[in-house]
T-cell receptor, first 115, second 113 residues
Framework: DSGVTQTPKHLITATGQRVTLRCSPR?????VYWYQQSLDQGLQFLIQYYNGEERAKGNILERFSAQQFPDLHSELNLSSLELGDSALYFC??????????????FGPGTRLTVL | DQQVKQNSPSLSVQEGRISILNCDYTNSMFDYFLWYKKYPAEGPTFLISISSIKDKNEDGRFTVFLNKSAKHLSLHIVPSQPGDSAVYFCAASPTGTASKLTFGTGTRLQVTL
């Protein structure tokens, strides 16, 4: 158990809908990262928040947005969903803002299926 | 454009033998490399890392080798155990933006009895 929790575990929805994925980082971790893993693909970095502020951005679509709240949990909002958004979405956390010199701790993921 | 490549989708090794997982990268700005292991229905877990100032890092049964000139790294597991059966991801981060990890597509390792 990494200490990172993600809810829900599974989500099935229809095209055009909007969903919110939630992540609680490990106790004491200030950074939260979101990744998308499509079928047979590596994890694609979406976005990082550090202590409530956006720190780094990857290939995140404009239909997607995220935020980190004062209690450090984070939400990833996906709107106008398309079939291609079906994927595993992972959240990770780390103590500091520059994680490459350490490690990220990953949650179990949320599997999103868009029908 | 796949900047981190794991060209072997799967690998099968007998228990007790050495497992060698390979990873190639194209971005010269990458200077920190990590290996993660992933079991089904779980998130990836950090295994071992290496900075570009080194060419080898060891942690128990796991050793990572980095060949900067070839832009290649490898993970050696000796001896391999059935519990090592998992998907292994190579990841890299560039100078100055260490938080943006770029992952490979993974290699599924199966350790057989």
């Amino acid at each position: 158990d990494s200490g990172v929790t993600q809810t829900p575990k599974h989500l099935i929805t229809a095209t055009g809908q909007r969903v919110t994925l939630r992540c609680s980082p490990r106790s004491g971790d200030l950074s939260v990262y979101w990744y998308q893993q499509s079928l047979d693909q590596g994890l694609q970095f979406l976005i990082q928040y550090y202590n409530g502020e956006e720190r780094a951005k990857g290939n995140i679509l404009e239909r997607f947005s995220a935020q980190q709240f004062p209690d450090l949990h984070s939400e990833l909002n996906l709107s106008s969903l398309e079939l291609g958004d079906s994927a595993l979405y992972f959240c990770a956390s780390s103590v500091g803002g520059e994680t490459g010199r350490g490690e990220q701790f990953f949650g179990p993921g949320t599997r999103l299926t868009v029908l | 454009d796949q900047q981190v490549k794991q060209n072997s989708p799967s690998l099968s090794v007998q228990e007790g033998r050495i497992s060698i997982l390979n990873c190639d990268y194209t971005n010269s700005m990458f200077d920190y490399f990590l290996w993660y292991k992933k079991y089904p229905a779980e998130g990836p877990t950090f295994l071992i890392s290496i900075s570009s100032i080194k060419d080898k890092n060891e942690d128990g049964r796991f050793t990572v080798f980095l060949n900067k000139s070839a832009k290649h790294l490898s993970l050696h597991i000796v001896p391999s155990q059935p519990g090592d059966s998992a998907v292994y991801f190579c990841a890299a981060s560039p100078t100055g933006t260490a938080s943006k990890l770029t992952f490979g597509t993974g290699t599924r390792l199966q350790v057989t009895l």
